[in-house]
């Protein structure tokens, strides 16, 4: 199956920035994929996601900050977060649906592979 590893979490100050890494076992040029993320006591939710053409979409609370990108050749997810808060803080998720879409989905039942997560921790 396709395995996914997210690296690139840590610890800053709010107003730091972040970016996060996704390495996939197989090409991922033609995938759909997502970054989730998961604080404790609180469901997981999508906070960028990119579809089969490039196009992207982010969660209200990270539009203008965040910016998730695909590096076809280096088969990488990234997402690239800057002015953090301590609401981002929480477990993030790199996720991808194996084959064509053309339309970035935040819910998590549209994708079928999981990777382990990176923490991100803010602290104000």
């Known amino acids: 199956q396709v395995q996914l590893v997210e690296s690139g979490g840590g610890s800053v100050q709010a107003g730091g920035s972040l970016r996060l890494s996704c390495a996939a076992s197989v090409g991922i040029s033609l995938h759909s994929m997502a970054w989730f993320r998961q604080a404790p006591g609180k469901v997981r939710g999508g906070v960028a996601a990119i579809d089969s053409g490039g196009r992207t979409t982010y969660v209200e609370s990270v539009v203008g900050r965040f910016a998730v990108s695909k590096d076809n050749a280096k088969k990488i997810l990234y997402l690239e977060m800057n002015n953090l808060n301590p609401r981002d803080t929480g477990m993030y998720y790199c996720?991808?649906?194996?084959?064509?879409?053309?339309?970035?989905?935040?819910?998590?039942?549209?994708?079928?592979?999981w990777g382990r997560g990176t923490q991100v921790t803010v602290s104000s």
């Open positions: 996720a991808a649906h194996e084959y064509v879409r053309y339309t970035p989905d935040l819910l998590s039942s549209a994708y079928e592979h």
